[in-house]
């Protein structure tokens, strides 16, 4: 693979190419190969804030529709709890100035009052 960009990811990985995530993880072969990249003299670049925000909206809305169904009448969830952890994440670009600084909030448990736990 040819490395013609990396940039600094949210949460310490990296961006390859401009479309690759790449966590920080030693395993990885693409890691690997951006830690060869960088034993070379070279320097990842910073994700500019523009495309932060993007990647920001992108995994809240993600998020926001993953736990569309404790929104529905039959849910068995704490409705309350869910409805707020979903406004703080669409608060998220109004709370925070820089996508870097972003805290996600940790999801409500899915257990209920009519759930069967096995």
Do not use: F
Not at 7 to 28: F, H, K, M, S
Request: proline letters at 9%; zero cysteines; glycine letters at 6%.
């Amino acid at each position: 693979m040819i490395i013609e960009s990396v940039q600094l990811a949210e949460g310490g990985g990296y961006r390859l190419n401009g479309v690759i995530d790449v966590p920080n993880a030693p395993a990885n072969s693409e890691y690997q190969l951006i830690q060869e990249w960088i034993a070379e003299g070279n320097t990842p670049e910073p994700i500019p804030v523009e495309q932060g925000w993007l990647a920001i909206r992108a995994k809240r809305d993600s998020l926001i529709r993953e736990s569309d169904w404790t929104m529905t009448p039959g849910a068995t969830v704490d409705q309350a709890q869910w409805t707020a952890y979903r406004q703080v994440l669409r608060d998220l670009p109004q709370t925070y100035t820089n996508p870097e600084d972003v805290v996600w909030p940790t999801a409500p448990s899915t257990s209920g009052p009519n759930t069967i736990e096995e």
